[in-house]
């Protein structure tokens, strides 16, 4: 079984890798992806509101209740240990995959950046949002965080190391710098059309609501460590003259 779940978590990666790639062109309308965030399937007004804001809903729920301690202790009676943050990986790409497929474009400008120099800044802003998410998950532990180390560790026959307190590169800075790549990501465009705000709208809300979910277990991990580093440190922007420390889970 060990070779079998080896594969398992690598093609598991190779899903989710490449769903996150099309993410980015999503989001930014790139013209090389068949389906964006302001061209696909079109719908009337109400009905596009209602689609989109379950797909946004639905991976809300499942990318939060799947990533919380209290259902981890039940996942195991279902999914073996080394194959449980693949098999997260495989659903949260499952859920994107329906988002690009189902989503519903709602036109209409809220803003649109005429000036080439301003539009072009803008999306160099976008491309370092996507960069930070990305190399924030390296900061931590990318290959843990989507599930090729659980496995690999398990072909080789080695326990994973507890969870550990660190404060790498941009967590001296802000507590989850992930999800400020994505805010910045989300809302870095020089046009602006009414379905890229509510995306951009229920992303941000699911993920100032997952944030407070993630810091509960946070300090339930690393106790008055993650306090201390939770009053020193800003959330999602510095704060500036302060200092603290990152939790690499």
């Given at each position: 079984m060990?070779?079998?779940?080896l594969l398992y978590g690598v093609i598991a990666y190779g899903i989710f890798f490449t769903t996150f790639l099309y993410l980015i062109a999503f989001v930014g309308n790139f013209p090389f992806v068949p389906r964006t965030i302001d061209r696909g399937l079109v719908s009337d007004l109400f009905p596009a509101l209602a689609i989109n804001l379950v797909l946004i809903s639905a991976f809300g729920l499942q990318h939060s209740v799947?990533?919380?301690k209290s259902f981890k202790t039940l996942w195991p009676r279902v999914v073996p240990a080394p194959i449980e943050r693949s098999t997260y990986v495989v659903f949260t790409s499952l859920v994107l995959i329906a988002m690009y497929c189902l989503w519903r474009p709602i036109p209409g400008d809220v803003w649109r950046v005429e000036n080439v120099w301003l539009a072009g800044a803008l999306w160099v802003v976008f491309a370092a949002g996507w960069g930070i998410v990305l190399l924030s998950t390296f900061l931590l532990n990318h290959f843990e965080l989507f599930g090729l180390q659980q496995v690999y560790l398990h072909?080789?026959?080695?326990?994973?190391?507890?969870?550990?307190?660190?404060?790498?590169l941009f967590y001296k800075l802000v507590r989850h710098p992930i999800y400020s790549g994505f805010f910045i990501a989300f809302w870095a465009t020089p046009h602006m059309t009414f379905g890229h705000l509510l995306f951009a709208l229920g992303m941000s809300t699911y993920m100032l609501i997952a944030i407070g979910y993630e810091e509960r277990d946070l300090v339930a991990l690393f106790g008055p460590q993650y306090e201390a580093y939770r009053e020193n440190v800003g959330m999602l922007a510095p704060r500036m003259g302060k200092g603290g420390g990152r939790a690499g889970t």
């Open positions: 060990r070779s079998v779940y799947m990533a919380r072909a080789r026959n080695r326990t994973p190391a507890d969870p550990q307190f660190h404060q790498p």
